[in-house]
């Protein structure tokens, strides 16, 4: 969509015609919880939640339509992150020009039971909201369970409420997988109660713009876990790796992102699915690093709004849970926790937790916490910065960001990079979509990999020449050791 210069001024241009038109639309559901909101939510054809507006309620009530628009967290009419957060944690808080807000930092992973063991990293994400609801804080949490998919809901996972410990428990473990907010938002609305809420960053910004907006859910929304985030994904991510097991898209049961793998590091996980094959139910499972497309820098199905996102760390979460990304936390199979302490209700449940030995977290400074997820800051402030330029030279609306556009930072090589990433994101949808047509995974490797070799090509020229000879001779004295390369 072409603008004028002050088209991100104009507060007239609707979610429609600005957000969802432009393809910056999340799929949180934001929208489409308000009450008698003219938005919807619907899957479309590539695995992606997405709003739409029902032109038959479209006008029916203007403060509805102006509130839709409000509580979006890719539309330019809320507070940014730095001004929810500021409101939230600005007293009582320090701030970190990449985490945000921080009351305190640590890494760590939870020691009694088998949170860690049944997490996705160190079990911080599901202790602590365990841990709320054990201690009276809350009644319910609302977080992303297993669904069993149907012919009319295809999802494995939705967010569901949970009113009891060994339900929360069921719900842990990170879903990269296209879940939405509008279901569980009508529970809330109808069913008194104090409630904790877990989520990736826009969504948690989401739910803080709604606060502002909706009474009921200010005083019923008691806190928001945030988790670190790279981007997210439609639903093809599972379907991808699925087919490379040998089952088919539409064939999927469950689905396991992370499964620890007990001899290889954190970061080398697994991955584990369950579905139909050849008529029978069958589970299989791999390093997800043996699967095509698990390279996440490739950003196979992101959504687009990812690509113009500026929160990594949940900024206007009380307490953010991420993984512990660090050369010295890497080696623990079992996994390890970053965790970023915004509410202090939250601290003093943490500070006992350490004392009773339940959980076992050491300091880590807010530099270090950032370190843990070096590439996701570079994609959204450096990378960013670029991409706006960029759309803003194709005259196309776009959201509103903290950081601005630029594009003297970056050399020819890194310009190149964020082009191409654009270029993978975008085509991935596409090719599989073409891949499910004809029935042929190939077809999607086919159609990604001359995108990915020019991609791969821009890394390899990035390293100096010195760099690459020294890599040589370490790679030849290594193969002299070990006697492979006796035959040259
Ligand atoms: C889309 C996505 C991208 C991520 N990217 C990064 C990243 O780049 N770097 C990083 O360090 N960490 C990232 N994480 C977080 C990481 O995967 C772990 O979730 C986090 O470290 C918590 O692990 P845990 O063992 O403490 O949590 P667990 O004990 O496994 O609990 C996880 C909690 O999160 C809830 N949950 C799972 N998936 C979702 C979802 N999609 N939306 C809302 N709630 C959900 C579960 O219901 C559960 O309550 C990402 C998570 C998601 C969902």
């Not at 890719?74 to 970190?96: K, M, V």
């Not at 991510?237 to 999927?252: S, Y």
């Amino acid at each position: 969509m072409a603008i004028t210069s002050d088209t991100h001024k104009n507060d007239s241009l609707s979610l429609h015609e600005t957000v969802i038109n432009g393809g910056f639309c999340v799929g949180c559901g934001a929208c489409a919880g308000i009450n008698n909101s003219p938005a919807k939510m619907h899957l479309n054809q590539y695995g992606q939640f997405q709003a739409y507006i029902d032109e038959t309620l479209i006008n029916q009530d203007s403060a509805t339509h102006s509130l839709v628009k409000s509580v979006c967290p890719f539309s330019d009419e809320g507070l940014n992150e730095d001004q929810i957060a500021q409101e939230l944690f600005g007293r009582h808080c320090e701030y970190h020009n990449k985490i945000g807000y921080h009351l305190a930092t640590y890494a760590g992973f939870v020691s009694e039971r088998d949170f860690r063991k049944r997490g996705s990293s160190g079990g911080l994400g599901t202790w602590i909201v365990s841990n709320l609801l054990s201690e009276g804080l809350v009644d319910g949490i609302l977080h992303v369970h297993q669904n069993h998919p149907s012919n009319d809901d295809p999802r494995l996972f939705k967010y569901q409420l949970s009113t009891t410990t060994n339900q929360v428990q069921k719900g842990s473990k990170s879903r990269y997988y296209p879940i939405e907010l509008s279901e569980v938002l009508q529970i809330v609305r109808t069913r008194p109660g104090r409630y904790a809420i877990v989520g990736i960053p826009c969504f948690i910004k989401a739910i803080r713009l709604l606060m502002k907006q909706d009474a009921i859910l200010a005083s019923r929304i008691k806190f928001c876990v945030g988790l670190v985030c790279g981007h997210l994904k439609s639903l093809r991510f599972a379907e991808m790796f699925a087919w490379q097991c040998g089952i088919e898209p539409g064939q999927l049961v469950t689905f396991d992102f992370r499964k620890k793998l007990l001899d290889s590091p954190a970061n080398k996980y697994g991955i584990e699915v369950t579905g139909m094959k050849n008529g029978h139910l069958v589970t299989c499972s791999s390093p997800v690093r043996k699967l095509y497309g698990h390279n996440w820098g490739w950003g196979f199905f992101k959504y687009k709004a990812c690509d113009y996102c500026d929160d990594v760390v949940a900024e206007t979460a009380d307490v953010v849970v991420g993984d512990a990304w660090l050369p010295q936390y890497l080696q623990d199979s079992q996994g390890t926790n970053v965790l970023i302490v915004r509410h202090p209700t939250i601290h003093n449940l943490i500070k006992q937790a350490i004392d009773l030995g339940k959980v076992s977290l050491s300091h880590l400074s807010a530099d270090e916490i950032a370190n843990s997820q070096t590439s996701g800051f570079n994609h959204r402030r450096e990378g960013l910065a670029y991409r706006l330029y960029l759309a803003d030279q194709q005259r196309e609306w776009r959201p509103r960001k903290r950081v601005q556009p630029d594009s003297n930072h970056l050399s020819q090589n890194q310009k190149k990079r964020q082009i191409k990433r654009l270029a993978i994101a975008e085509k991935s949808h596409f090719a599989f979509n073409d891949a499910i047509s004809t029935g042929k995974f190939s077809v999607f490797v086919q159609q990604m990999n001359p995108l990915i070799q020019k991609y791969q090509e821009l890394y390899g020229r990035r390293q100096p020449l010195w760099k690459r000879i020294a890599r040589g001779v370490k790679r030849y004295l290594h193969l002299a050791k070990s006697g492979k390369n006796s035959h040259h």
